[in-house]
C-alpha cells in the first residue's frame, strides 16, 4: 500500500512579477497558508478559508533550494519554485518564493516536494 504523502502549514509567498516586461521584482512577502499533497499545491489567504487562492499541478513545479538575497527574505530559509505550463499556443513561466520559519521546516516541505515527484 502506498502512503497519503503530504504537508500544510504557514509560509511567507512572494511572486516574481515583471513590470512592463522588465523583469523587475514586485510586492512583498505575504503569509499563506499550503497544502501539498500528490496532485497539487494549493495557497490560502489563511487557515480558515476553504476555497484555495491559487491552485498548481505538483508535476508541473520544479522546486529549488534557496531564495535569492536581492529579494530581501525574512528568513533564509526557503524555497523558490518555478512553474512552466505546457499549452502549445501560450506557454508560460511563473516563479515564486517561499519562506519558512526554520531550517527543518523548510527541509520538511522540499522532501516533500520530492518524494511527491
Known amino acids: 500500500t502506498k502512503?497519503?504523502?503530504?504537508?500544510?502549514?504557514?509560509?511567507?509567498?512572494?511572486?516574481?512579477?515583471?513590470?512592463?516586461?522588465l523583469g523587475l521584482?514586485?510586492?512583498n512577502f505575504?503569509?499563506?497558508?499550503?497544502?501539498l499533497n500528490v496532485?497539487?499545491?494549493?495557497m490560502y489567504k489563511d487557515v480558515r478559508s476553504h476555497?484555495?487562492?491559487?491552485?498548481?499541478?505538483?508535476?508541473n513545479l520544479k522546486i529549488y533550494l534557496g531564495i535569492?538575497?536581492?529579494?530581501?527574505?525574512?528568513?533564509?530559509?526557503?524555497?523558490?519554485?518555478?512553474?512552466?505550463?505546457k499549452?502549445?499556443?501560450k506557454p508560460e513561466r511563473h516563479q515564486w518564493?517561499?519562506?519558512?520559519?526554520t531550517q527543518s521546516e523548510m527541509r520538511e516541505w522540499y522532501a516533500t516536494f520530492l518524494s511527491i515527484q
Open 3 to 21: 502512503v497519503d504523502v503530504s504537508k500544510h502549514g504557514m509560509m511567507k509567498f512572494r511572486e516574481e512579477r515583471s513590470i512592463l516586461g
Open 25 to 27: 521584482p514586485t510586492g
Open 30 to 35: 505575504h503569509d499563506r497558508f499550503f497544502i
Open 39 to 42: 496532485t497539487s499545491l494549493r
Open 51 to 59: 476555497r484555495p487562492e491559487r491552485e498548481w499541478v505538483v508535476k
Open 68 to 85: 535569492k538575497k536581492k529579494l530581501r527574505p525574512p528568513t533564509c530559509w526557503g524555497l523558490t519554485v518555478v512553474y512552466d505550463s
Open 87 to 89: 499549452k502549445q499556443e
Open 97 to 101: 518564493y517561499l519562506c519558512c520559519e
